[in-house]
């Protein structure tokens, strides 16, 4: 989804995939096009995520980028991460009653998938509530392969549940590293987006010696 000007309803989406790369654009031509916004530019041009992009929806970029987490957007990213959360929690599960193997590749596989959807109920943004939830979730989802352990001990399944991949310490190092994957891959997936913006430039220059101008 395209960058669509500042002035637009709804929140600015910070996803680059449908803007033409600045360097396939014709940059010696006397007027290019925002690639965002399709409007023509005929003196001076910036560069977003290495689009070419007009001065408005530069400014709309960076004022999006610094906006950071909205209500709304965490409340989403909760939904559609516990949705992901469940998901990845039966397929842990699966793989290792069922199949009685323990793969730490499964860990990162459902931090993914948590932090692809926090990512996409956050509206591409990332930062740090957003990491949180991610890592949280991910790591509630790890935890369900010590539920039928926990049961079995008798007892109040919460709090020991919580603090149950630590509490056997040396004995369980390979576990804790696994959940450990898994919440890294969920925290990264979810960090802050980088935007590179450059400029302005001058429309006509020489792209390669083009100097801010």
């Known amino acids: 989804m395209s960058i669509p000007p500042p002035d637009a309803a709804g929140a600015m989406s910070l996803q680059f995939d449908s803007a033409e790369p600045a360097a396939a654009v014709a940059i010696e031509a006397q007027s290019i096009e925002c ?7 005929d003196d001076s041009y910036h560069e977003v995520g290495g689009r070419v992009a007009c001065t408005s929806c530069r400014k709309g970029v960076e004022a999006e980028l610094a906006r950071g987490a909205t209500p709304g957007g965490l409340v ?15 397929l842990y599960l699966a793989m290792v009653y ?13 931090g993914w998938l948590v932090g692809k ?4 109920g956050a509206g591409g943004r990332g930062g740090v509530p957003y990491q949180v939830t991610a890592a949280v979730l991910t790591y509630l989802a790890i935890l369900t392969i010590y539920v039928p352990y926990q049961l079995g001990q008798g007892g109040a399944l919460f709090p020991a549940l919580l603090v149950a991949p630590v509490a056997e310490g040396f004995k369980n190092v390979l576990g804790i590293l696994i959940m450990g994957f898994g919440v890294l891959q969920a925290w990264r997936m979810t960090a802050p987006a980088r935007v590179s913006v450059t400029g302005p430039y001058r429309v006509g220059a020489d792209r390669a010696a083009a100097q801010p101008g």
Do not use: D, M, S
Request: contains cysteine; hydrophobic residues 65%.
């Open 76 to 90: 989403l990213a909760f939904v559609l991460g516990t949705g992901a959360a469940v998901l990845g929690a039966a």
């Open 117 to 120: 959807a926090v990512r996409k």
């Open 98 to 110: 069922f199949l009685n193997v323990e793969i730490g590749l499964v860990a990162i596989l459902v």
């Open 35 to 41: 690639a965002f916004c399709r409007t023509g530019i």
